[in-house]
């Protein structure tokens, strides 16, 4: 089967729709999969839910799907640097879900692995824990989170071989290894594409199995957030 595609938008090719749910991995502007979130964008889908961190920024990453109104939900732990999140928000326009960062880790964990939910300590007593199952274990209060799943996982990594193994580098692995596994179809650009078995197993983050289209592309890899000092 070959997983290969010529680019972004022949990767999404009959996969976007109108209500559907999507993970896009990253952790600010690092390690987004930011030629699919274009192509995404481009595909018209509208209604939909995104599950991100966080949402990039105005005019970059998830931010040019908040810009076209295209994102109806985001299910995030940052609203972070986005000017035009946080003004749909409070307007009343964008639906958000907050979750503390390692209980959405976690959630999209679980949701790759079919378990369907787990009981954390973490924001017990909260506004977190409103409208949520709660229960005691040796004493202590736990609340019930549930596992994450996607219609489409749009992952960015650093190297794929031709059956989709997947290496991510540094801290661009952030949530792209979990997201790979809770998708019910996992799209994922990279930065070089490789033979089957050129890549040392040992070192393959993400198995071929998880994977059903690449894309390899250019990046512009942009820094959120510049600070320098003077010399």
Request: aromatic share 8%; proline share 3%; charged share 25%.
């Amino acid at each position: 089967m070959n997983k290969i595609y010529p680019d972004a938008a022949a990767a999404l090719d009959g996969l976007p729709f109108d209500g559907m749910t999507i993970m896009a991995g990253g952790f600010g502007l690092c390690g987004i999969p930011e030629n699919l979130i274009t192509a995404l964008r481009d595909s018209g889908a509208k209604d939909i839910t995104a599950i991100s961190n966080n949402a990039g920024v105005d005019d970059f990453g998830l931010g040019l799907l908040l810009q076209t109104r295209q994102i109806k939900k985001m299910v995030s732990s940052y609203v972070g640097e986005n000017a035009t999140f946080e003004k749909q928000y409070l307007n009343g326009e964008l639906e958000l879900e907050f979750n503390p960062q390692g209980t959405l880790s976690e959630r999209i964990r679980a949701g790759g692995a079919g378990i369907p939910g787990f009981y954390t300590k973490t924001g017990v007593g909260t506004l977190v824990a409103e409208g949520k199952e709660h229960k005691d274990f040796n004493g202590e209060t736990y609340i019930l989170e549930t596992g994450l799943v996607a219609d489409i996982s749009l992952v960015k990594a650093w190297k794929a071989d031709k059956e989709g193994n997947l290496i991510y580098r540094k801290t661009a692995r952030n949530f792209n290894p979990m997201m790979a596994t809770a998708g019910k179809v996992t799209v994922v650009e990279v930065e070089e594409i490789v033979e089957t078995g050129t890549l040392d197993p040992d070192q393959i983050h993400t198995p071929g199995i998880f994977v059903d289209r690449i894309v390899g592309g250019s990046f512009e890899k942009r820094i959120e957030k510049r600070t320098t000092r003077e010399a």
